[in-house]
């Protein structure tokens, strides 16, 4: 297995590095100038301005003609309306895996979690990242053959979900480690609360809280 450096940029915003190559997941406005920098792919679950920040991942497709963005189409097509070129989207519409950054990525197709039955549904996209990495993004989705997760990404705050959802998901899935994120609605005090759930979030394996900037090694 490829080794790589995990690193938490705040609320659902995720950087993998490897040896050459960086990826991004959820680039969204709370995120800080590095999860623009040098990055090989972007890849992006759903078009809310917190997990793809448009003007900034158009920036950094332009700054580096090699890089892509992976993503529903709603949020592809906010990237194309800003300009990002069109060799450089591309738009996750079903669950065909592909490689970026040298990495295997499965998608994993369905919608955004209901927030109110008065709002329409919107895609969402999770992404399966070497066979062993699940980022959800606003959703809880099912995973097919029950594969075993290494690191779970796991929302534990927003107007879509209630944290007895996130015990469940992890309950359901026994990830070896658990990674809090989807909190940036959350000051210190909240994520202390929550953290204090740290052995039922867990689902079995470990909870370990990554503060902004801080990385640990899969």
Known sequence: MTPLEITSLGHSTIRLETN???????????????????????????????HVDV?????????NPASR????EAAAQRLSRAGAPADQIAIVSDETPFAAAELTI?????????????????????????HRILHPGDAFP???????????FLPISGPWMRIADAID???ALQPRVVIPIHDGDLN????????????L???GGRYERLRTDESAML
């Open 169 to 171: 998901y992890a309950a």
């Open 55 to 63: 003007e900034r991942v158009v920036a950094a497709l332009a700054a």
């Open 106 to 130: 499965q998608p994993i197709v369905g919608d955004h979690a209901t927030i109110h039955h008065t709002l329409p549904d919107s895609p969402n996209v999770a992404y399966l990242i070497d």
């Open 188 to 199: 210190e005090g909240g994520r202390a609360l929550t953290d204090r759930l740290g052995p």
């Open 20 to 50: 050459d190559a960086a990826i991004v997941l959820d680039p969204g406005t709370l995120a800080p100038a590095i999860a623009f920098e040098r990055v090989a792919a972007f890849l992006i679950t759903h078009d809310h301005d917190d």
């Open 142 to 152: 099912h995973l097919v053959n029950s594969p075993e997760i290494d690191v779970l």
């Open 201 to 203: 979030l867990a689902g």
């Open 69 to 72: 963005a992976w993503a529903p």
